[in-house]
């Protein structure tokens, strides 16, 4: 039993139940252990959620500076952060589901947590896509934040409820999310880059 099988379970949990239908004692079940020790890592139930907040926060505050400082040009950046999105989200898709269920549930809280600790990245990444639109790659149209916060949504949207939405395509096989990523990452591409440079 470890501190990560308790986050685990806690993000099952709450992404199915939410955060007030999942109670101390449901986690603990989950992960087989008395309620005493999951308080023992975990003091209560809002601190595990501000771990999980803090893993998904401390993993992009390292990722992207990465990202941005690769040496391929535009489309290579671009392609790099979309990539890394698309794998972040479909890791765990109960994570996936419990930031959109976060969003919906607590959206002052998700907005100030956003507003704190993503809205400086979102700025760097917009500054690159502005440097993008003044070398003639970026289509003048786009406004940077804005599809930055559109892309973003699709891609949770995509990875939360892909498997319920692919019902809509007349389908022989298993379900597959991969021709929807394949087709939002095109989206991404094409609604962001000049014909002509991609």
Known sequence: MTK?????????????????????????????????SLLYYFGSKED?????????????KEKLPKLLAT?????GR???II????????????????????????PDAVRK???ENLMPWVMIISDYIRMGQEAGIIKESVDPESYITQVIMMAMGTVAIGGVVT???????????????????????ESLFKENKL
């Open 78 to 80: 671009f392609t790099s």
């Open 71 to 75: 040496k391929s040009g535009g489309y």
């Open 4 to 36: 990560e099988h308790i986050l685990e379970e806690a993000i099952r949990l709450f992404s199915i139940n939410g955060f007030d239908g999942t109670s101390i004692q449901s986690i603990a079940d989950a992960v087989g252990i008395k309620k005493q």
């Open 167 to 189: 019902a809509l395509v007349k389908t022989n096989d298993k379900v597959k999310i991969e021709p929807m990523i394949k087709e939002l990452e095109r989206i991404a591409r």
């Open 83 to 106: 990539e890394s999105l698309i794998t972040f989200l479909l890791e765990d898709k109960n994570r996936t589901r419990l930031i959109i269920r976060e969003i919906l549930d607590r």
């Open 48 to 60: 595990l959620r501000e771990e999980i907040y803090k893993n998904v926060i401390s993993h992009w």
């Open 113 to 115: 947590t956003a507003s």
